[in-house]
T-cell receptor, first 109, second 112 residues
Framework: EDKVVQSPLSLVVHEGDTVTLNCSYE??????LLWYKQEKKAPTFLFML????IEKKSGRLSSILDKKELSSILNITATQTGDSAIYLC?????????FGQGTRLTINP | NAGVTQTPKFQVLKTGQSMTLQCAQD?????MYWYRQDPGMGLRLIYY???????DKGEVPNGYNVSRLNKREFSLRLESAAPSQTSVYFC???????????FGPGTRLLVL
């Protein structure tokens, strides 16, 4: 059965800290790994990773995929209160996305 | 740009009642999905439609039916609602079965 596991489930840090969120996957016919940010409503897309070892970057956020370890990390540097959200990792198989439980990140001022 | 729209935004049902959640996308996407989100469980796929005219079960299909009415619209029906179906329901679409999915704003459903 396809599975995606995220850790930690919850994280509280101070503004300015750097955080690393983890995602491991077991998916048949792996195609890609995606990260989403969910604030109050719908998840919004952050990154899609298909190749191992190539970092994707957007401002203070970056992510990398390790196909050998079946895992990915999402880094956020110099965190801001606006980064507070649930971060979802999802792995794409043949047709479907399988989501992890999410990491709830809280940034305190 | 509307993107993915869902109606209603919020609904309260009594056990045993039926209802249909509506979803529409204006991005000419082939694939559409229905998920439910419960605390601590992430998003779980209920049903999906890889293309117009096809539907397939996801991880948690029991108690639900779907209709891909046309390329734009994908509805989710609860025939006899149960308290276990209290959840937030998201519809999503993607150009093909692969890649980024675009989510609607969600429908919050409470079954008493």
């Amino acid at each position: 059965e396809d599975k995606v596991v995220q850790s930690p489930l919850s994280l509280v840090v101070h503004e300015g800290d750097t955080v690393t969120l983890n995602c491991s996957y077991e998916v048949t016919n792996f195609r890609s790994l995606l990260w989403y940010k969910q604030e109050k409503k719908a998840p919004t897309f952050l990154f899609m990773l298909t190749s191992s070892g190539i970092e994707k970057k957007s401002g203070r956020l970056s992510s990398i995929l390790d196909k050998k370890e079946l895992s990915s990390i999402l880094n956020i540097t110099a965190t801001q209160t606006g980064d507070s959200a649930i971060y979802l990792c999802a792995s794409q198989g043949a047709q479907k996305l399988v989501f992890g439980q999410g990491t709830r990140l809280t940034i305190n001022p | 740009n509307a993107g993915v729209t869902q109606t209603p935004k919020f609904q309260v049902l009594k056990t045993g009642q039926s209802m249909t959640l509506q979803c529409a996308q204006d991005m000419n996407h082939n694939s559409m999905y229905w998920y439910r989100q419960d605390p601590g469980m992430g998003l779980r796929l209920i049903y999906y439609s890889a293309s117009e005219g096809t539907t397939d079960k996801g991880e948690v299909p029991n108690g639900y039916n779907v209709s891909r009415l046309n390329k734009r619209e994908f509805s989710l029906r609860l025939e006899s609602a149960a308290p276990s179906q209290t959840s937030v329901y998201f519809c999503a679409s993607s150009p093909e079965g692969l890649g980024t999915q675009y989510f609607g704003p969600g429908t919050r459903l409470l079954v008493l």
